[in-house]
Nanobody
């Protein structure tokens, strides 16, 4: 079993930046792909970004491409989501997730095995 704990959320003005962190513990070696998702009020949870440990590949949703960057620190068992040029529509609860599969073809909510508790990001206009 893998435990994921997010941090770094907060309130920021449009155009600002935040960096989210996700620390993993437990059977982390079994989780090949890490991802960030978000859920805005009244909306379904959606994919944001993914990182694959095996070849250091990344993948982004079109809505965040060029603004967000996913990265990792192996020594700290941590992945980050650097969010720049934030917009009000980025407001959501952001979740860290992990899955055993290396496939970037399947990045839906149901494809991920473990989830964190979420961290709130609010972008004011």
């Amino acid at each position: 079993q893998v435990q994921l704990v997010e941090s770094g959320g907060g309130l920021v003005q449009a155009g600002g930046s935040l960096r989210l962190s996700c620390v993993s513990s437990g059977r982390t070696f079994s989780m090949v792909t890490m991802g960030w998702f978000r859920q805005a009020p009244g909306k379904e949870r959606e994919f944001v970004a993914a990182f694959r440990w095996t070849d250091i590949s990344t993948y982004y949703a079109d809505s965040v491409k060029g603004r967000f960057t996913i990265s990792r620190d192996n020594a700290k068992n941590t992945i980050y989501l650097q969010m720049n040029s934030l917009k009000p529509e980025d407001t959501a609860v952001y979740y860290c997730a992990a899955k055993q599969s290396a496939s970037f073809l399947r990045l839906e909510v149901d494809d991920f095995d473990s989830w964190g508790q979420g961290t709130q990001v609010t972008v004011s206009s």
